[in-house]
């Protein structure tokens, strides 16, 4: 089973920086992708950015492409999301999640496993 447990949210002001930690029970995770979600209050949860099983490929959002930075480290069995720029609009819960094979996926219903979330709230 599959446990992940999202860290590092908080209150930042705008243009300041965030970064969040993903962290993953069970041996697979250094053989699946991962990715990061966000829901804003009253709103669907969307995409943020997905990386692949050794990181080599990294994938964006346009909304986040250019300020946030998603890596991993497999033998902390940890994934990461760096925020910075942040704005107003990126005030959200994230949510990592675990796909079910090594390659990037963005659609949700690719990701059979997440974590409870961690919220970041932006401040203009």
């Known amino acids: 089973q599959v446990q992940l447990v999202e860290s590092g949210g908080g209150l930042v002001q705008a243009g300041g920086s965030l970064r969040l930690s993903c962290a993953a029970s069970?041996?697979?995770?250094?053989?699946?992708?991962m990715g990061w979600f966000r829901q804003a209050p009253g709103k669907e949860r969307d995409f943020v950015a997905a990386?692949?099983?050794?990181?080599?490929?990294?994938y964006y959002a346009d909304s986040v492409k250019g300020r946030f930075t998603i890596s991993r480290d497999n033998a902390k069995n940890t994934m990461y999301l760096q925020m910075s720029r942040v704005k107003p609009e990126d005030t959200a819960t994230y949510y990592c999640?675990?796909?079910?094979?090594?390659?990037?996926?963005?659609?949700?219903?690719?990701?059979?496993?997440w974590g409870q979330g961690t919220q970041v709230t932006v401040s203009s």
């Open positions: 999640a675990q796909h079910r094979g090594p390659a990037i996926v963005v659609a949700e219903m690719e990701y059979p496993y």
């Open positions: 069970g041996r697979t995770f250094s053989t699946k992708s």
């Open positions: 990386i692949s099983m050794n990181g080599d490929s990294t």
